[in-house]
T-cell receptor, first 116, second 109 residues
Framework: GAVVSQHPSWVICKSGTSVKIECRSLDFQATTMFWYRQFPKQSLMLMATSNEGSKATYEQGVEKDKFLINHASLTLSTLTVTSAHPEDSSFYIC????????????FGPGTSLTVT | GQNIDQPTEMTATEGAIVQINCTYQTSGFNGLFWYQQHAGEAPTFLSYNVLDGLEEKGRFSSFLSRSKGYSYLLLKELQMKDSASYLCAVVDNDYKLSFGAGTTVTVRA
């Protein structure tokens, strides 16, 4: 149980275009999901907290107009990187908060974004 | 703010034991996680400590001292497949995880 999927697993796009990444909880409902970014040989940095039915909460330094997050259902959150630039190339990972009184987050497999 | 420190790299021999230390200074504490991450993959859960003491789970054990802001992950009987990055992460009152930079463990034959 507690499986989280991401799509696509990798994507290459041209500078200036937008890319959408989907994060789905497959066998449980997730009212809260998180989006992280990880540059090579660095740790995960939290970008934003996504709550179903409400606006996402962004961490300091993350541009909310560039990284659009939509958590439209209890099993799906999407991250759209708008007007992507080469510096946005990174590994993007989502996670979903477990149900009940648990602090455990279940991670998706990640999406590798390369902007050329 | 959150400040989580762990060593950058460690090397050990197959069959040996390695201890990865993690110190933290955080605003809000609701437990500490250890994750394993292979390159290009998502982190996988290893352990969660919220009370002081040692939690043992097979070859992996994790220890927490809240008063000292200190944890360690102990890997026993090292195998080649244990070569990976190990991440220490603290969860705050808002369920947010703050990660350390990760410790790359290399297991040599």
């Amino acid at each position: 149980g507690a499986v989280v999927s991401q799509h696509p697993s990798w994507v290459i796009c041209k500078s200036g275009t937008s890319v959408k990444i989907e994060c789905r909880s497959l066998d449980f409902q997730a009212t809260t999901m998180f989006w992280y970014r990880q540059f090579p040989k660095q740790s995960l940095m939290l970008m934003a907290t996504s709550n179903e039915g409400s606006k996402a909460t962004y961490e300091q330094g993350v541009e909310k107009d560039k990284f659009l997050i939509n958590h439209a259902s209890l099993t799906l959150s999407t991250l759209t990187v708008t007007s992507a630039h080469p510096e946005d190339s990174s590994f993007y990972i989502c996670s979903a908060l477990g149900t009940g009184f648990s602090y455990e987050q279940y991670f998706g497999p990640g999406t590798s974004l390369t902007v050329t | 703010g959150q400040n989580i420190d762990q060593p950058t790299e460690m090397t050990a021999t197959e069959g040996a034991i390695v201890q990865i230390n993690c110190t933290y200074q955080t605003s809000g504490f609701n437990g500490l996680f250890w994750y394993q991450q292979h390159a290009g993959e998502a982190p996988t859960f290893l352990s969660y400590n919220v009370l002081d003491g040692l939690e043992e789970k097979g070859r992996f054990s994790s220890f927490l001292s809240r008063s000292k802001g200190y944890s360690y992950l102990l890997l026993k009987e090292l195998q080649m497949k244990d070569s990976a990055s190990y991440l220490c992460a603290v969860v705050d009152n808002d369920y947010k995880l703050s990660f350390g930079a990760g410790t790359t463990v290399t297991v040599r034959a």
